[in-house]
């Protein structure tokens, strides 16, 4: 399982927009496009940075490259 860690947004950070929680799990999401899967070049598409919440689940997406994912100690 991923271990939960924290993002900031410059000098803000990240909360979940359902249950307010500041631990998320991260991962790459392709932003595939039906054109692009047609032609068989989703590989081109644009990549999305995503923060799964840890409490709720819920997903958020961030194209904003200057995101920031920070370990959690524990």
């Not at 054109?35 to 940075?49: C, K, P, Q, R, S």
Request: hydrophobic share 45%; proline share 1%.
């Amino acid at each position: 399982m991923a271990k939960p860690v924290r993002a900031a947004l410059g000098e803000i950070w990240i909360t979940c927009q359902i249950c307010e929680g500041d631990l998320f799990r991260v991962r790459d999401v392709l932003l595939n496009s039906a054109g692009m899967e047609f032609f068989t070049l989703a590989w081109a598409d644009e990549n999305a940075t995503g923060l799964i919440c840890w409490r709720c689940g819920y997903v958020h997406l961030f194209v904003n490259k200057d995101i920031k994912v920070y370990r959690v100690r524990k």
